[in-house]
C-alpha cells in the first residue's frame, strides 16, 4: 500500500509508521499494558494488546509487475496483485517448457526453500518489460499502513492486517479503511463527517469475531477473500448508521 517509502517500526509486536505518535495505556480492565498508536492529527489511532505473529499456513499466489520510471524523474514503482492457483500453474508450465540449456535468455522457472517448504517463482519477460510470479505463505505479521488521498479534502485511505483485539478510530475527514485477517477487533467510524457527501467506507476481509461502530451513510461490508482462487465475495453489506457484527 503506498508508494513503498513508508519506514515501519516494531511497537507492541505490529508494525506501524515510524512517523506516528506512540505511547503506552493501562488496560482499565486487565491492568496490562495496551499500545496507543496516533496516525495523524485528526483523530485517527489504533489501539491494541500486546501482538503475537502466526505461524503462516495459507499460500497465496502473487503478480508482481513493475511500471517505468516518470521521465520527469522519479522511481519505477512495483505492483502487487493476486492471482488464482489455477494462473500460477499454468503460467509455472508455460514458462517450463520455454526453459532450457540452449535457451538461456527464456523465462526463468525457479524454487525457493522457505523452512520446509519448497516453493515456486517464475520470471518472464515480454514487450512491456518483466513480470514475476511468486507462490509464498500469507504474510501474518500484524501491520498498520495509511495514506492520504485526493485533491478537494482528504481521505484516509488504511489497512490494518492480522491483529487480535485492537480497537481502530477513525478520523475527522472521511476514511476507507480495510481490516483483514484479524480477529475480536473494532472499528469506530460513526463520531465525525456523518453526511453524504464525506461518509466512510469499512472493510472486514476474513477472520472473525470483529465488529463495525458506523456513523450515517458510512457504508460497511464484510467479505471473504479466497486465496486459492483469489476471489473476494461480500457476505454483508450495510449503508447506514449502526453497530455491525461479523
Known sequence: MGDGKVEYVNFGGALVP??????????????????????????????YPEQNKKQPKQIEYVKLTSSRASLFGGEATVHETNIS???????????????????????????????DNNLRHVETGTNTGLKWYYEGFVDTQPKVEIQQEGLLFNTNKMKVSNFSGATVKGSEDEDDITLQNSDNCTIEVDSDNNNILFSDNVKVVNGSGNKVVAGDYDKTTFAKFDYNTAKETAVKQYKSEGKYKQ
Do not use: H, M
Request: charged fraction near 35%; aromatic fraction near 12%; hydrophobic fraction near 25%.
Open 85 to 115: 492457483k489455477a494462473q500460477f500453474d499454468s503460467i509455472w508450465e508455460d514458462a517450463r517448457s520455454f526453459t532450457s540449456c540452449e535457451n538461456l535468455n527464456a523465462n526463468s522457472v525457479k524454487s525457493y526453500y522457505k523452512g
Open 18 to 47: 515510524e512517523n506516528s505518535r506512540r505511547t503506552t495505556i493501562p488496560d482499565e480492565e486487565t491492568g496490562k499494558k495496551l499500545y496507543c498508536v496516533f496516525l495523524d492529527d485528526k483523530g485517527t489511532k489504533i489501539t
